[in-house]
């Protein structure tokens, strides 16, 4: 099963900002949701999602200047 990890880099400390994980079935799927992730961070659309624990960490990375990340892992 795949992981999309989104972090956001503090850098102020060494240790990345956790942030949230998505689980995936599929590698075709979680591609697909890496790209909407990046997308939805980039054009704001992040505002309007349903999870309030994922719009509060995009939002404290925002209003700290921190760079988001997001990236692929294999889970077993």
């Known amino acids: 099963m795949l992981a999309t990890i989104v972090y956001g880099i503090n850098p102020k400390q060494s240790n990345p900002v ?3 994980t998505s689980f995936s079935p599929s590698e ?3 591609l697909k ?3 909407t992730l990046e997308t939805d961070i980039k ?3 992040w505002e309007k999602w349903t999870g309030e624990a994922r719009r509060h960490f995009v939002k404290r990375c ?3 200047n ?3 990340k997001i990236k692929l892992c294999m889970i077993n």
Do not use: D, H, V
């Open 43 to 45: 054009t704001g659309a």
């Open 62 to 64: 925002k209003q700290n």
């Open 66 to 68: 921190w760079e988001i």
């Open 18 to 20: 956790e942030g949230f």
């Open 28 to 30: 075709n799927n979680a």
């Open 33 to 35: 949701r890496k790209q």
